[in-house]
């Protein structure tokens, strides 16, 4: 025990080994030996942060659906409300004027763009559509004649409205007055042959009022139709045609805007009780501004020649709307037909344009 030298001493149990200058490595096992502490898992955090910020989402999305929902209710209730104001002053429209005002709208548009690519770019062809439409209105009025008890012969009608029109196209005002004069015999003709062979013992007085209804029929619509065509064959007959037609539609436009507005005194209660001296007056001062403009910056003429055009179309348009309502009224309809929807037929629609293709072809002549 003496010959172990001091430093070789073992050292006592509990005391820390670098205290008695021992190396680190001649510590005991035990000693040397820890427990180590559970490492923090990395992925924990954001485990944590990615459920808190999908829970965050979930509760943004509920409340943006919330939001989007109230929005929704919000847009129902006012768009109800605007179509409930829409529907109440389109009723009031259509009793203060018997018209769908949106459907007349879209199907005059649609109108007008016809006439317009017709006339631009299918001028020798333009007397197809005005044959086309003259026979549906020869039509229209046949049918509407017949519903008061006269007979008037519907084929030979429409055949010689088509021929009036096709004979002015190619031989001019001489093949007009030759087509005419020979339109009215064929239809004369053919009702004196139907009441020789169908009916035998009718009444004379029944036949003249045939013949003289057959004859209106070609003289009101397939004559002034064929005007249209003698206008628009002349030259730069397309544009006085155009503005003819666009000065009727302002007047149209002008007469219905201020009748509405402001009418209150009728023009011909007995005739047609809807058509007022404001309406009336509206529609001339309509007319004749667009007539000035269109003569003056679309076929180079004076302002004052656009008055005097503006002004006898104005008058031939409103004279031929009154003709046709009383023609309806005598008859006992509202339209012609319903053939266009919002306007009636195709003669309620160029009853205005009628007599004014021939104020037009007059004024060309006069004027040009």
Request: proline share 5%; net charge positive.
């Amino acid at each position: 025990m003496t010959g172990i030298p001091p430093d070789a001493q073992p050292a006592p149990r509990g005391h820390d080994l670098s205290a008695v200058g021992l190396p680190e490595q001649a510590a005991p096992v035990e000693a040397r030996v820890r427990t180590p502490e559970k490492p923090a898992n990395p992925d924990e955090p954001e485990r944590l942060s990615f459920a808190a910020a999908w829970r965050c989402s979930r509760a943004a999305r509920a409340e943006i659906q919330h939001q989007v929902g109230l929005r929704r209710a919000e847009l129902e209730r006012q768009f109800e409300a605007s179509r409930a104001h829409f529907d109440e002053a389109q009723e009031r429209i259509r009793e203060r004027t018997g018209r769908d005002l949106i459907v007349a709208i879209i199907i005059g548009l649609a109108l007008g763009a016809l006439v317009t690519v017709g006339l631009f770019c299918f001028k020798q062809w333009f007397f197809v559509l005005v044959a086309i439409t003259a026979g549906l209105g020869s039509y229209e009025l046949t049918i509407a004649l017949r519903r008061v008890g006269t007979r008037i012969p519907l084929i030979p009608t429409l055949g010689v409205t088509v021929l009036v029109i096709t004979a002015t196209q190619f031989w001019g005002s001489r093949g007009q007055v030759l087509s005419i004069l020979g339109g009215l015999i064929i239809v004369v003709l053919c009702r004196a042959v139907q009441h020789l062979v169908w009916t035998p013992r009718g009444r004379v007085l029944d036949l003249t009022r045939d013949v003289a209804a057959a004859c209106l029929v070609q003289l009101y619509v397939a004559l002034l139709s064929s005007f249209a065509v003698l206008l628009t064959a002349k030259p730069h007959g397309e544009f006085w045609f155009f503005a003819l037609i666009t000065t009727v539609v302002a007047a149209d436009t002008g007469a219905y805007g201020f009748g509405l507005l402001f009418g209150k005194r009728p023009m011909a209660p007995m005739i047609s009780p809807k058509k007022s001296w404001e309406g009336g007056a509206g529609g001339l001062v309509s007319g004749v501004v667009v007539a000035s403009l269109l003569m003056q910056f679309l076929l180079g003429y004076p302002w004052w020649i656009g008055l005097i055009f503006g002004v006898c179309v104005v008058l031939a348009a409103t004279l031929g709307d009154l003709v046709e309502s009383l023609l309806k009224r005598d008859i006992g309809i509202k339209d012609m037909s319903s053939l266009l929807p919002g306007h009636g037929g195709i003669l309620d629609r160029v009853d205005s344009i009628l007599p004014t293709s021939v104020v037009g072809y007059i004024l060309f002549h006069l004027l040009s």
